[in-house]
Every structure is written in structure tokens, then in C-alpha cells.
């Protein structure tokens, strides 16, 4: 029997490659939601969009910085496509600084009526001073809603809750529903606010009762709460829940009508994030928070946070972030958050029994370096174990995993002296 031999290359860890990492901040969000319409067969579709003012080019005109720009919503269909919009705006800063503050955005929403089925959705930012673009995609399906029994819309989820005044392009019902298009909240949006509409025509009662669940990235119920709501001449129905006993991490809504006896189930639901708050973080479990730096923090850093007396943990954690916030004139440290990205993503794709998947291998190598540019994956060979092999280009990368216990852990092969000329027998034993 020939034996595999494979080397491997291990890049020494002790400067965290992320530190190196260039991230930047999003220029613009997208989201989307579809209600029933009033149109026959065909349903309304809401393309929500967030412009960061700072993102765009800003030109001196007299004493204003003006920056210009358009959003190109196109829906298609396959390779057809059927509608598209465009919007164009200006906008007006009387300073420098206020021009490139990530405080200052725009949302906004395009309106689409089409018949259920599968889409792209293709959104393109045109900054129209620095003559530039750029494009975001998704793809989406636009449910099919049977007003013949009960049926709940897609969820929409908000940043903010106004009292109607001028009428909007937001106004819904008797509020005025300002979108959430990242669907990111912590920090200072503890409260997960969203918008549904319940469709039944055979409705008799007077009252609607509701489930609201929130699941964590393993199904598990973290929140669960029941609302009863006044029928009314409207379909829609606006909630809030407190997110400030979740840790960070990914989570689900999910709305239900509560079923009564004859009914049939129906519910609906929608991803959401809790990010990676210095607050939340420091509050839940402190050392569980200090612990997971172990891949970007030096040790006498780790023993700063881990000596830290209560009152000064908020102050250090910010701190040590602020140490490696890259520097864009943004309120976000684009760095930390990708970070957390990475052990997020870690988590819900590497997680064993009885190990959260940033703590395996393979999520420390991914969260040092990221999503590999290709992976040569082995589950079945005969005569070896399962193994990957994974390989970074730019720096030249390759890291090899074994499932030695054949219980779904990938363990990281180390030439630990860093003889290359070695090699690692993926049989077991030596080479």
C-alpha cells in the first residue's frame, strides 16, 4: 500500500494576519420585503437602500460640499429583465467633516408590483461626481399568498418608528417605518423592531393572537413572547422586542399566528444580527469575551483586560478596539467587526459537540486568515482519513485538517518546528 504524504506549510501565528487584513466599510445597504397588493395576481415588492454620505465624493460649491448620486434598481426574471428604477439625489454638507461623518446617510426604497416567483435583484449605486459604481445582487423569492386561507407577509424589519406627519414613502398604517437595511442592532438599537401583515379573509374575531420567537444560529428559542392584536381594516401589525440579554451572534425571528383548534399553522420569518458590542459583551460574560481575542490580542494585552477592575472593563475593551479601528473617519471599527464576522461565521460553520466552532481549528484559521481562496476537500478516500487542504494565495498559504477521530473535528497538522522538508502522513503515525 502506497502511502499519502502530504507537507504543509504553517505560517507562524504570533502577529495575527487579520491585523493586516484590509477591510472596508459597506458603501450602501440593501434589503427587502414583499406585501399582498391591491393589484390582482401581482404582489408589492420593497427594495430598501441606505447611502452613507461619507462614501461619496463631495465637490466645493461655493461654501456647501455637494455630492451626487443615483440608485439603479433592476428586477430580472432569468435572463430577462423585467423592471427597473431609477432615483437620483444631492446632497448638501456645509462642512468637510460633515460630509465624510458616517452618521450622515440616506434611506430610501424603490416599489415593484410583480407576480409571485423567483428574482434578481440587481441595486447599483452611481456616485456621480467620482463617476463610479457599485453594485450589489441578490437573489430572492416573492411568495405566493393564498387570501383564500390565512397567510403571514415577509418580515420587515426597522430602524425607526415616527409619528406620520408629512406623508412618506414609509408610512404604513398609522406609523411612519424607517427600514433597518443591514438588520444589525446592539449598541443603541437594543429593541428589535419589525413590521408583518396577517392576510384572512374568514377572520371573525375581534383579537389576533401571535407567537414571536427569536432562535439562535442552533434553532434554540432564546426569546419567546405572545401579542394579541385589535383587528382593524389594516393587515399590518408593528412589534418590538428587547435584545438586551442576547449575546452577539446570529439569530431568526420568527412570527406565528397562534393556532387555534381547525386553524392552519402559518408563520413567517427573517435573519437578523446582534453585533459585537463592547456593552453587551463586557455585561454577558467577560471572560468568555477577553478569551475569543486570543487570535488578534497579545498576552499582555489579555492580562490587561483580564485585570481589569469591573468599573474600568468598558473603558479597557474599548480601548484595546480603538488600538486597531483602522482609521476611517467612520463611527464603526471595520476591523473589530469583521472580526466578530469571522467567529460568527465560525461558530454556525465548524461547531462540534461540546466545542463552539471558533474555538476548532479550523475556525482559528479562519478567523486569522479569512475565507480561503480554494479548498481540496478528501471526506472519502479510501485507505485514509478524511482531511482538507486548504490554500491561501496572497501570502501563499496551505493549511491541512484531519478528522483523526473520524467524529467530524478536522484537527490542524503542525510541523511545529517548521521543517518544511518534513511531511505529515495522514494514516496516522509519523512520516
Known amino acids: 500500500m502506497k502511502l499519502l504524504k502530504i507537507a504543509i506549510i504553517l505560517i507562524a501565528i504570533s502577529v495575527p494576519a487579520l491585523s493586516q487584513v ?65 432615483a437620483e439625489n444631492t446632497l448638501y454638507s ?34 456621480l461626481n467620482a463617476s463610479s459604481t457599485v453594485p450589489l445582487e441578490a437573489d430572492l423569492q416573492v411568495p405566493k399568498y393564498n387570501l383564500d386561507q390565512p397567510d403571514i407577509s415577509q418580515i420587515e424589519f426597522i430602524r425607526l418608528v415616527e409619528n406620520v406627519g408629512e406623508p412618506s414613502v ?17 449598541d443603541d438599537f437594543l429593541y428589535l423592531k419589525f413590521y408583518y401583515e ?51 451572534g446570529n439569530y431568526t425571528l420568527h412570527v406565528y399566528k397562534a393556532a387555534k383548534e381547525g386553524d392552519k399553522f402559518v408563520s413567517s420569518q427573517g435573519a437578523f444580527v446582534i ?13 468568555s469575551a477577553v478569551d475569543q481575542l486570543r487570535y488578534i490580542a497579545t498576552a499582555a494585552e489579555m492580562k490587561t483586560l483580564k485585570d481589569a477592575p469591573e468599573k474600568d472593563r468598558i473603558k479597557k475593551w474599548n480601548e484595546f478596539w480603538k488600538s486597531r479601528d483602522p482609521g476611517y473617519d467612520t463611527d464603526e471599527n471595520e476591523l473589530r467587526d469583521e472580526y466578530y464576522r469571522r467567529i460568527a461565521y465560525s461558530n ?5 459537540p461540546n466545542k463552539e466552532g471558533w474555538k476548532t481549528d479550523m475556525g482559528m484559521i479562519h478567523i486569522i486568515n479569512g475565507q480561503p481562496d480554494d479548498i481540496e476537500r478528501h471526506p472519502f478516500d479510501l485507505e485514509t482519513k478524511p482531511y482538507e487542504i486548504w490554500y491561501y494565495y496572497n501570502p501563499r498559504r496551505r493549511f491541512l485538517f484531519i478528522d483523526a477521530a473520524g467524529y467530524g473535528e478536522y484537527v490542524l497538522q503542525y510541523p511545529y518546528d517548521g521543517d518544511v522538508t518534513k511531511s505529515i502522513n495522514i494514516y496516522g503515525g509519523g512520516p
Not at 171 to 176: Q, V
Request: hydrophobic share 35%; net charge negative; with cysteine.
Open 170 to 186: 414609509f408610512d404604513k398604517n398609522n406609523w411612519h417605518l424607517i427600514p433597518s437595511c443591514t438588520r444589525r442592532y446592539g
Open 348 to 352: 454556525k460553520k465548524f461547531e462540534i
Open 94 to 127: 456645509d462642512s468637510y467633516e460633515e460630509a465624510n461623518n458616517q452618521k450622515n446617510y440616506v434611506i430610501d426604497m424603490a416599489k415593484f408590483y410583480l407576480p409571485p416567483g423567483k428574482y434578481e435583484v440587481r441595486v447599483t449605486l452611481n456616485d
Open 198 to 248: 396577517y392576510y384572512d379573509q374568514n377572520q371573525n374575531d375581534d383579537s389576533i393572537k401571535f407567537v414571536y420567537e427569536v432562535r439562535d444560529h442552533k434553532n434554540k428559542i432564546m426569546i419567546s413572547k405572545q401579542a394579541d392584536k385589535l383587528k382593524t381594516e389594516f393587515h399590518g401589525f408593528f412589534d418590538s422586542l428587547s435584545l438586551e440579554n442576547l449575546k452577539p
Open 275 to 287: 453585533h459585537w458590542s463592547a456593552l453587551q459583551m463586557v455585561e454577558n460574560d467577560f471572560g
Open 22 to 86: 484590509e477591510v472596508r466599510p459597506a458603501a450602501f445597504n440593501v434589503d427587502f420585503a414583499s406585501f399582498v397588493s391591491d393589484s390582482a395576481g401581482l404582489n408589492l415588492l420593497e427594495v430598501y437602500y441606505q447611502v452613507y454620505s461619507s462614501h461619496l465624493l463631495h465637490v466645493r460649491e461655493d461654501s456647501k460640499y455637494v455630492a451626487k448620486y443615483s440608485i439603479v434598481t433592476i428586477i430580472k426574471e432569468g435572463n430577462r429583465q423585467i423592471s427597473a428604477k431609477e
